[in-house]
């Protein structure tokens, strides 16, 4: 049973997970600066790099829930597992999530990283689609967050950790391809899509898929995650990246980006997933396709991709909670059942708010 639940980070997803928990749990949140806003749960301002004012904060709690950038999250991880509180966060960084992984091994709490929207949610929604088949041959798994009216030759704007983005088209993506679970180079395999009479391109980028290449080796014929862009992102990010070599200098491509790219109020969450295999002995094809947009919750307006990640991690601490998924060790995300998920108290969301066809 989880009661006390500290949030690390409280910037424009973490705002919100400790909101949506605090509906159900005591939370405390814990941030660098000052909070600028009243939310309904306690604050503390902190270091949250500095180990002491993570120990002091996690003394009394019975679950963190990290959204901070992935670098900071392999230590937050080691001083849960070494203090027995369970662990969740929204991580899409390869390294970090194979280093819980290792972790998770003698842990006596529960580790259950990379819990947002991609990787998260598009990892539960695709297994509740291969799940109906007796035969799996393809599984295509796409996600986009982008701004709803897109400016300029990019196309976007920073509405999550600029950090991540960078991480993600820089390292390299793990797929199965022809049957054999490989690296591909980000930024490739580019494809054009059309979702809602709209065209997007959709290439390769790393983590999207967490665990699931491991999970489904020597099953699959194909298995990859592309992001989601405006046609034309994709190569002005190979220009920036490669040509001009920022991707020696990731703070910089960062800072570059930040001050080119403001953020934006209306943006979209664009989900697609499509399963290809075997049912009852016939070839068949199911897919998954939504939107999700700005919604108001209590009066305050949230960004389509802070809500969708926050609902996603709120939903898997709260089923964790609930005792309806394990308590203790990895949880991997592709483990947790979707229709368990989409009727959860946070998951139902995913629901509620989707944009009407």
Not at 17 to 37: C, I
Not at 68 to 82: G, Q, R, S
Not at 254 to 269: H, Q, T
Request: charged residues 25%; proline residues 3%.
């Amino acid at each position: 049973m989880i009661k006390n639940i500290g949030v690390l980070g409280l910037g424009k997803v973490g705002s919100l997970v400790a909101t949506l928990l605090s509906s159900k749990f005591h939370v405390e949140g814990m941030d660098q600066y000052e909070a600028k806003e009243k939310f309904p749960f306690e604050i503390v301002k902190g270091d949250v790099s500095n180990d002491k004012n993570i120990r002091d904060f996690l003394k009394d709690k019975d679950a963190v829930v990290s959204c901070l950038p992935y670098f900071l999250n392999i230590k937050i991880a080691e001083t849960a597992v070494d203090m027995g509180v369970h662990y969740f966060d929204l991580t899409e960084d390869v390294p970090t999530l194979n280093a819980i992984l290792k972790m998770s091994e003698n842990s006596n709490s529960v580790l259950a990283p990379q819990c947002g929207l991609a990787p998260g949610f598009i990892g539960i929604l695709g297994a509740g689609l291969y799940s109906k088949f007796s035969e799996v041959r393809s599984v295509k798994l796409r996600v986009g967050a982008l701004p709803l009216h897109p400016m300029g030759l990019l196309g976007y704007s920073f509405t999550w950790s600029a950090e991540g983005v960078i991480n993600e088209y820089l390292n390299d993506a793990e797929v199965i391809h022809n049957g054999e679970r490989k690296m591909l180079s980000s930024l490739n395999d580019l494809e054009i899509i059309n979702i809602n009479g709209r065209q997007y391109e959709a290439f390769l980028t790393s983590g999207g898929l967490g665990t699931m290449c491991e999970t489904m080796e020597g099953k699959v014929d194909t298995l990859n995650y592309k992001t989601i862009r405006y046609p034309g992102h994709r190569d002005g990010m190979k220009l920036l990246l490669y040509d001009l070599l920022l991707k020696d200098d990731r703070k910089l491509a960062k800072d570059i980006l930040n001050n080119a790219l403001p953020l934006v109020d209306e943006d979209i969450v664009l989900v697609y997933a499509a399963v290809e295999g075997m049912i009852d002995g016939k070839l068949r094809r199911k897919e998954f396709s939504e939107s999700y947009r700005r919604i108001t919750l209590d009066n305050k307006d949230w960004r389509a991709i802070s809500w969708t990640t926050a609902c996603s991690i709120s939903s898997v601490v709260d089923l964790v909670s609930e005792g309806k998924l394990k308590h203790k060790g990895f949880i991997k995300q592709e483990e947790i059942p979707f229709d368990l998920f989409i009727n959860s108290h946070f998951g139902s969301m995913y629901e509620k708010y989707k944009d009407p066809k």
